[in-house]
């Protein structure tokens, strides 16, 4: 059986690397390039016949990686791969999973099914499940979601000796409470009300008798860093340890990293999205979910 190839979107290439080496297979080469009017041109430099092709695309900022990566997995199979999967560590369209407003896109499903189309299985980490119990309800393609708490909790255990694990609301309890076990440590869960994309309330309980302990935030998805920012604020002018916090998918932009980093005491992420925060290595985690849909796929 042919060693599986695995092919680096462009930004990808660290964690192909690393994908590559625990599957013990091969790193293969592609060239990307725009023509003059923004077309995507696609050229395969490895042979990739026979072979078991993983693409490594995470699909942070999703809109101008689609379209690359559609042409690279349609064009590995008219090459003869023998099946093409997607490594995408952030899994883009996930937030809006049903229809708020008259006439808007589901746009979740469209999604789902246009990369169902297209890839024979898909491996992700922590994807956003709001209103679906598992990815199976939109995805019609094997899917393998692999979970980083343990990360998340070894990075704690090694780094902060008396933390106090806070999770920013009600959706986050799970992760937060499984990370807070795994280092013995207590945990919190703060009320959120979001007023709009950029726009959100923290109610933040008393934590007199936390006053020694070492907040820890831990969120899974941080884009315009308001929730984690507001949270660090109100928790140092309650005179806490300035908090570190801790997001699997950093989708931060330089303005909202800045500001982050000002009111927290560190922030540390995962390299799901590629970032100067990131300090967590899901490599190994993503291997064994490919391995696992590799071995259940003959």
């Not at 349609?74 to 008259?102: K, N, S």
Request: negative net charge.
């Amino acid at each position: 059986m042919k060693r599986p190839l695995v092919l680096p979107l462009p930004g990808n290439e660290d964690l192909a690397a690393q994908l590559a080496k625990h599957l013990d297979g091969d790193l293969g080469e592609l060239e990307t390039r725009k023509f003059p009017d923004d077309e995507t041109y696609v050229r395969m430099l490895t042979d990739l016949r026979g072979r078991d092709v993983v693409l490594v695309c995470t699909l942070e900022r999703p809109d101008p990686k689609f379209l690359p990566l559609t042409f690279v997995a349609i064009t590995a199979q008219h090459l003869g791969a023998l099946r093409v999967g997607l490594v995408a560590p952030y899994l883009a369209y996930m937030r809006q999973d049903r229809r708020f407003h008259e006439g808007e896109a589901v746009s979740s499903k469209i999604f789902a099914t246009s990369l169902s189309s297209t890839f024979d299985w898909i491996v992700t980490v922590d994807p956003h499940l709001h209103r679906y119990n598992s990815l199976d309800e939109i995805y019609t393609i094997p899917t393998r979601v692999v979970h980083s708490a343990p990360l998340l909790a070894d990075w704690i255990a090694a780094n902060e000796p008396t933390p106090l694990v806070i999770g920013p609301d009600i959706e986050s309890e799970q992760r937060v409470s499984e990370v807070a076990t795994q280092v013995n440590a207590p945990y919190r869960i703060l009320r959120k009300k979001r007023r709009g994309d950029r726009n959100v309330e923290i109610a933040v309980p008393d934590l007199h008798e936390m006053r020694e302990r070492k907040p820890v935030l831990v969120d899974d998805i941080v884009s315009s860093g308001k929730t984690m920012t507001e949270t660090a604020l109100q928790l140092r002018a309650l005179g806490m340890l300035p908090p570190v916090c801790i997001a699997v998918h950093a989708l931060l932009s330089p303005d909202a990293f800045a500001a982050l980093r000002e009111a927290a005491g560190a922030v540390v992420s995962t390299n799901c999205v590629p970032h100067e925060s990131n300090r967590i290595d899901v490599s190994g985690l993503l291997a064994d979910g490919v391995t696992a849909l590799l071995g259940a796929n003959p």
